[in-house]
């Protein structure tokens, strides 16, 4: 709106700027005074249609018409395409995720692939794709892509953990029942057995959680400055590139708390793609 009402006023802020403009002559005084005022309204007016209609171009691209480009082999207009879909509140199918990685990958973004790839991964838990992030980590020099216990763990648990907490809990429910009719017929329950279930349920909340608390995020610009405490004074402990991923523990105001290279160190979160 604001936009809109700079354009309009534009020749009426030149023209008060500068008098001028104004024809002085008294011949053509009546048949020119409006001639300036005119001109500039229309340029004016021909600039905001020209930066409406570059805006709005990817709006009227529907998802149907993206994937036509996509066909076509116009990847730069396609992913601009998909990406303003998304950044308009449209949740991404995972053959759209694979589209844009395989668009960037195109393009040489490498980042922006991994994003993609990595999204795709946390929503379908794939050893392949997990080995095709690490191999391209590796001939791009990132980190944060090991196929370490971890991330092997995070895989199979994502796989089959509705199984496992269900068995969990199953079990955790004989043992309490157990308990609970020891109780009412007043028998005796040893101490490390109570120690034991006490853990069990403890652990069983933990690795319930788990997947909850568990974020990652990708490094979107050059030079990220990596500090030992959130504040912009901090001192520089490390500075880190495009494309690395990092592990989130936590957020602070504008800062995320980061786990990276053996290290706990703070960063601005809009330096970093949510995963």
């Known amino acids: 709106m604001i936009n809109t009402i700079t354009f309009l006023l534009l020749p009426f802020v030149i023209l008060g700027r500068f008098p001028k403009l104004r024809c002085k002559s008294t011949f053509f005084d009546v048949k020119m005074q409006g001639h300036p005022l005119k001109l500039l309204y229309f340029f004016s007016l021909t600039l905001f249609l020209r930066s409406f209609g570059v805006e709005a171009k990817s709006a009227y691209l529907s998802i149907y018409q993206a994937d036509s480009l996509f066909a076509a082999g116009s990847y730069p207009a396609a992913t601009e395409a998909f990406e303003y879909h998304i950044q308009h509140g449209y949740k ?14 195109k393009q040489g973004d490498v980042a922006k692939m991994l994003y993609y790839l990595q999204v795709y991964f946390d929503r379908r838990p794939d050893e392949i794709v997990l080995k095709k992030m690490h191999d391209i980590a590796i001939q791009n020099n990132l980190r944060g892509y090991e196929t370490d216990d971890l991330n092997y763990f995070y895989l199979f648990y994502k796989q089959y953990g509705l199984y496992i907490t269900l068995a969990l809990v199953l079990l955790g429910t004989y043992a ?26 403890t652990g069983l909340l933990l690795l319930v959680n788990l997947p909850e608390r568990y974020q990652s995020g990708i490094v979107n610009r050059d030079r990220v400055l990596l500090r030992r405490d959130p504040s912009s004074a901090a001192p520089v402990v490390d500075v880190i590139s495009r494309g690395h991923k990092v592990n989130i523990l936590g957020s602070q105001d504008i800062w995320l708390h980061v786990f990276w290279n053996d290290g706990l160190y703070y960063v601005r979160k809009d330096n970093v793609w949510l995963i």
Do not use: C
């Not at 995972?94 to 668009?103: E, I, S, Y």
């Not at 157990?178 to 006490?198: A, G, M, Y």
């Open 92 to 105: 991404p199918t995972d053959p759209m995720l694979l589209k844009l990685a395989f668009m960037y990958e």
């Open 176 to 201: 309490f029942g157990i308990f609970w009719l020891k109780f009412r017929n007043r028998e005796p329950s040893r101490q490390r057995h109570k120690l034991t279930v006490l853990a069990y349920l």
